[in-house]
């Protein structure tokens, strides 16, 4: 049967995993037609009938109010464009600050379709209360993470746990580790790397004071985002680092340790056992209201999961280099602080579940329009 679907995924992790979805539906439903917004790896799916817009992804209430036009004018767009097609349905993909307003927004004009969300926003951690909100104009949540599946069902919202697209069609390399390299993973966005990645560099310069023969490799997400990278890199005071692209999953599997940037990141690292240390910030206007807000103890999903610190933990004015290179430092030279962490880490990755999150995400919607 021939299904007319909407996607919007607004980051470069949402365009992954979009993609996937999307290959998925057209095995099952051949005749399916793609419209909407997301990133190179959907249109590759989908021709021109999407909008490539997963580099205008912000962190933060300081972000979004500077380009807060360009988001109102995309949003009305899309709403347009929505009414338009008369798609079967609407899948959100992850991106919530965007997507549960459109969300919302289309339910509130009595629009037909069925508005699925693909990657639970995590509003567990920050205003539980607005679940039995989502449940008014939701009609399907796909969740990711297994305890989500109850929360959002005692709120009436049919909910389906697919697994989480990180063990997708992965598989670790058994090489052995270079134990004088250190991966820096500052982030895919070019505001966060220019806000993280001067503390990781100072933190490897205090770590290559101690042993000058250690080398580094940044990693960056984009082409635009390396261009960054290599002008802070070429403006710090560390040697022997070099910056590659798009190649963040290889670097995971070849340092033997590294900094890593809050995010789906981090579950990754966990997934190819790397043991690292979580760096993040923003600015403090985004920093001050988001600390009042959030519920959880951690920032780092291998510590939410886990349900304790097995991840060092280094956010905003804890962000200091000294401390942060005694903690890589530990894991570099402890062998047990390195077995422990790696032991936890693949305790965590079992509750993810298996292959094929993608295809039971495509399944889940299919029997979702039936």
Known sequence: MAHRLYIVAGETSGDTHAARMMRALLSLAPESQFFGAGGPLMRAVAGDHLMDWTQEAVVGLWDVMVKYPYF????????????????????????????????????????????????????????????????????????IFPFEKQLYEQSGLRTVFVGHPIVEEQTRSDQPRDKRLIGLLPGSRSREVRRILPVMLEAGRLIQARDPSMRFIVGAATSSVEEVIRKMVVHSALKNVTVRVR?????????????VASGTATLESSFYRFPFVLVYKVSWLTYIPGRLL???????????????????EFIQHRADPAKIADALWRLCSDENARKQMICEMDRIIVLLGEEGAGFRAACAVIQGLS
């Open 294 to 312: 959030i519920r959880v103890k951690y920032l780092g999903m291998p510590n939410i999961l886990a349900g304790k610190e097995i991840i060092p």
């Open 247 to 259: 190649g963040a999953k290889d670097l995971m599997q070849e340092a033997f340790a590294g900094m």
């Open 72 to 143: 109102r004018k995309q949003f009305y767009r899309m709403y347009r464009e929505i009414l338009e097609l008369q798609p079967s349905a609407v899948i959100f993909v992850d991106y919530p600050g965007f997507n549960l307003r459109l969300a919302e927004y289309l339910r509130r004009q009595r629009f037909s379709g069925k508005l699925i969300y693909y990657i639970s926003p995590q509003v567990w951690a920050w205003n539980r209360h607005r679940i039995r909100r989502m449940a008014r104009f939701l009609d399907l949540m796909l969740v």
